[in-house]
């Protein structure tokens, strides 16, 4: 038998049914449904507070949750236009999605904007050229990658050079992510192990691609001195071998549960925190308050430093490296 809706006569049915002892597979014999769809209604609606179905606030519930579903949006050609305009600009899907969302100009999954580049593609259109991995195939969720959740090509801690546990000089990194309320956000951050030298910077979301290219965009202004980069292995690294291509260096991973071996990017995630508490709400945190944190961070004397900020070290160092 095909589901069908439940209306609200038919739920006005059920109440009075079991009001008069019906078992559920003879109530859905005398509307005409399923058993199965008896068991859920019920199931999904029971009120706790009297403790037995009630048709009315079972209604209501329903209707609740399915206006509170996120509709699909169709493609128009207000949206199809402002979908080319920030692929153009440097946007990912998921960016279009969160910031079309953030304003109100509709739900739109980034699959689906994935979908209609590849689309465009497919008729010979050049928009696919603007997606960050280009010709490479898009994951959706569900592929074997995603669910074996594992990180290709990994190179552990044990094999980067030893020179990086001695602190002494500028360019060895660290790098994690701060996640925000209800895991709506996050902040990527880079530490550097000599100088304490620290780069923050907003995302919409740990996803991959996501987080690889705010790495990219934070660090290539130091690309020069980047010597080495260590990580967890959360997924949202994943494409480690992007960041290390582009930014010529080598890329690390701590060994799992192995906190201590990122010991300066735990300790300075916790100074963050000292501005943006756990449950922060992202989304109501700028890029100029991003800013003034790291501006902070930076300018504070630190005993590790003898007193010196990370940001004089740093330069100071820096300007001797490109000197050389």
């Known amino acids: 038998m095909r589901y069908r809706q439940l209306t609200l006569k038919k739920r006005y049915q059920i109440w009075a049914l079991l009001q008069q002892g019906y078992k559920q597979k003879d109530i859905a014999n005398r509307i005409g449904v399923h058993p199965s769809t008896i068991s859920r209604e019920i199931r999904r ?7 037995r179905y009630e048709y009315t606030t079972a209604h209501f519930h329903t209707e609740h949750r399915h206006k ?7 493609i128009t050609l207000r949206i199809e236009n402002y979908i080319r305009e920030k692929l153009k600009a440097g946007w990912s899907p998921e960016q279009i999605s ?52 594992t990180i290709i ?15 002494k000089r500028i360019g060895d990194l660290e790098i994690d992510t701060v996640i925000g309320k209800d ?10 192990r000599k100088s304490k030298f620290t780069l923050i910077k907003k995302v919409p979301s740990k996803h991959a691609n996501v987080v690889t290219a705010a790495l990219i965009e ?19 690294f994943a494409y480690h071998k992007q960041v290390s291509q582009i930014l010529d260096t080598d890329f690390y991973f ?3 549960y192995h906190s201590w071996e990122r010991g300066l990017n735990e300790h300075t995630n916790g100074l963050i925190r000292q501005y943006l508490p756990k449950k922060t709400d992202f989304t109501q945190v700028s890029k100029e308050d991003i800013i003034t944190i790291q501006e902070k961070l930076n300018h504070r004397p630190r005993k590790v430093l003898g007193y010196r900020t990370p940001h004089e070290v740093f330069f100071e160092d820096l300007a001797k490296e490109l000197a050389a």
């Open 183 to 192: 895991h709506i956000g996050a902040l990527v951050t880079a530490v550097d």
């Open 254 to 256: 701590a060994n799992p």
């Open 68 to 74: 509170s579903k996120p509709k699909y949006t169709v």
């Open 98 to 149: 969160g910031r079309m969302k953030h304003d109100g100009a509709g739900s739109i999954s980034h699959e689906t904007i994935y979908q209609f580049v590849y689309r465009n593609k497919a008729g010979r259109g050049r928009l696919y050229r603007y997606l960050r991995h280009k010709n490479k195939k898009y994951h959706k969720r569900g592929s074997d990658y995603q669910r074996r959740g």
């Open 218 to 236: 934070m660090l290539e202004p130091i690309k020069p001195v980047i010597k080495t980069i260590t990580s967890d292995n959360g997924k949202e």
């Open 153 to 167: 090509d990994r190179v552990m801690i044990e094999k980067r050079p030893k020179i990086v546990e001695k602190k």
């Open 45 to 51: 609606n029971w009120d706790t507070h009297s403790n």
